[in-house]
């Protein structure tokens, strides 16, 4: 369980950005794995099956507010969706390389957790979990044009926080 | 809005590499404490209260054939009782003044045989087991259980006497 505690309640609060409601879903995680143990003991995929079911759980556990998510979404206009956004903002080169590598990697994922909900979980599972547009938008049952269209603005809003603060 | 408009494919890649090289986060100390608090309650709770799949092989047995016996002898049972709904129409005709007190009692009966009638086309025996089959299934964990759950404190107490 040490080995793979980390990594549930990093891809849990990656999704979530609540680190209370991260760490009861890591606990739902290792009990479902208690269950399973005799399959999962030696089996060399265990990592990739506490990943999937941490992933699934902290969707289920955002899916209760999807439908309010989803409206607030479409409805916020492109305007608004780039308010405070500066849209020339890029990554640094250096980002990432800094001397301070914690305080560094601290400070992307106090970004992370600034973006909005309908940006931050497309973007997360894009660059973390590795998912395609299309897996995504059949994940949270939306259009492939939204998925695309949250990422951009996610990434943008990313690099205009990321900026701000260098 | 052209996606790639504003960030250009070289800064996604970068974007990219940033996020992937970051490290996992730290979980809570108490993590671990708590999974394994958790999973001491319930290696502690009863067995009846565990899934039906983690009962021990005997009262998984037992627990079944009690249905079944039920429901057999519920099943020879429910014509006999079946044929008590059928009350003849003039056998009121004598007790007209004691109408009134008889109406609800007329009007159940009569929604009873709308019913029943409705279900004609359904071979009573199905309905009747069906219906018998869930009630006994409820009944017979609760009384299973707390029997057992009686047994086992009766013996714990005599032990800890001993």
């Not at chain 1, 990093?10 to 409601?21: H, I, K, S």
């Not at chain 2, 809005?1 to 960030?7: E, F, K, L």
């Not at chain 2, 009350?87 to 109406?103: E, F, K, N, Y």
């Not at chain 2, 071979?123 to 009384?143: D, R, V």
């Amino acid at each position: 369980m040490t080995a793979y505690q980390d990594m549930v309640f990093t891809t849990a609060v990656r999704l979530v950005a609540d680190t209370a409601e991260a760490q009861n879903i890591s606990q739902d995680v290792f009990l479902r794995a208690y269950v399973h143990f005799t399959e999962l003991e030696h089996s060399p995929t265990a990592g990739g099956w506490l990943k999937t079911v941490a992933r699934h759980l902290a969707l289920n556990h955002l899916s209760r507010y999807k439908k309010r998510w989803r409206l607030f979404s479409e409805y916020v206009n492109d305007e608004e969706a780039h308010q405070d956004v500066d849209q020339h903002a890029h990554i640094s080169d250096t980002l990432g390389q800094d001397l301070d590598l914690q305080s560094e990697h601290e400070r992307i994922e106090q970004a992370l957790t600034q973006l909005p909900k309908q940006e931050r979980i497309p973007l997360v599972l894009f660059h973390f979990e590795d998912m395609s547009y299309q897996d995504i938008a059949d994940t949270l049952h939306c259009s492939l044009g939204k998925v695309k269209t949250d990422i951009h603005r996610g990434r943008t809003k990313l690099a205009s926080l990321l900026s701000h603060t260098d | 809005m052209n996606p790639s408009s504003d960030m250009d494919s070289r800064s996604v890649q970068r974007l990219h590499k940033v996020l992937r090289a970051l490290p996992n986060r730290q979980a809570p100390k108490q993590l671990t404490q708590h999974v394994l608090q958790t999973i001491e309650q319930q290696a502690h709770a009863s067995w009846w209260k565990h899934a039906f799949r983690r009962w021990p092989r005997g009262a998984q047995t037992a627990l079944i054939s009690a249905c079944l016996i039920a429901l057999s002898v519920i099943t020879v049972w429910s014509p006999w009782r079946f044929s008590l709904l059928h009350i003849p129409l003039h056998a009121t005709d004598g007790v007209t003044q004691l109408t009134p007190l008889l109406t609800p009692l007329d009007t159940i009966i009569s929604w009873q045989s709308a019913l029943l009638h409705g279900l004609e086309k359904v071979p009573l025996h199905w309905l009747i087991s069906f219906g018998s089959a869930l009630g006994t299934l409820y009944l017979s964990i609760i009384l299973l259980a707390s029997l057992i759950t009686q047994r086992f404190s009766h013996a714990h107490t005599i032990g800890r006497s001993t």
